[in-house]
């Protein structure tokens, strides 16, 4: 099935940002007319970071395909727009957040968009977080290193570990007191 209609559609929303990355032209193809594109050269696995105004706001690790394309895109529309849909409670929560998320997902899981959609908009919000999203099935190193064992998992600046499957004020929560801890 194409995507290219509902893209293009996304496309309107999307601008002002530039992807880098390596092995990942599929996605480029879709956005090499409109945004500032950074093809690298000499990964062994497909990678893409996402700029704007040479903030880094999230790498994806992997590539964003089935159930994790529309978080994806989603969030380029946030980005590109400065938009988050977060409640005053979970606003107050994820400005208590800092440090690095990573985010571990595979592209079939029915959970992960959830957590993506969540995650995607922590460092809009909050500049002290950075995110990172990987796909376990691309980069199965990481899964082992970090006892990835179902997805979504959620790590916080390399030691506080959070089932992604909660509900988003749960998960807010338990970021904002892993915070403290950093």
């Known amino acids: 099935m194409s995507y290219d209609y509902i893209v293009s559609q996304y496309l309107s929303y999307i601008n002002g940002l530039t992807l880098e990355g ?20 000499g990964c062994n696995k497909p ?22 394309f529309w978080p994806f895109l989603n969030a380029l529309v946030r980005i590109s727009n400065n938009v988050i849909q977060l409640d005053e409670k979970e606003k107050e929560l994820a400005s208590k ?12 899981c ?21 995110l990172e999203i990987i796909d376990v099935t691309m980069y ?10 179902n997805v979504p998992k959620i790590i916080l600046n390399e030691k506080v570990e959070i089932p992604g499957s909660f509900p988003p004020t749960i998960i807010l929560k338990m970021l904002a007191k892993g915070s403290e801890q950093h």
């Open 22 to 41: 390596c092995k990942i032209e599929e996605i480029f193809d879709y956005f090499k007319d409109k945004l500032n594109i950074v093809n690298k050269e």
């Open 47 to 68: 990678y893409l970071k996402v700029y704007k105004n040479d903030r880094l706001y999230f790498t994806y690790y992997g590539i964003p395909t089935v159930n994790e």
């Open 97 to 108: 957040i800092s440090g690095n998320i990573k985010l571990f997902v595979t592209p079939d």
């Open 110 to 130: 029915t959970k992960c968009p959830i957590a993506a959609e969540l995650l995607y908009q922590l460092p809009i919000y909050n500049p002290n977080v950075s």
């Open 140 to 149: 199965e190193e990481e899964g082992k290193k970090y006892r990835v064992l």
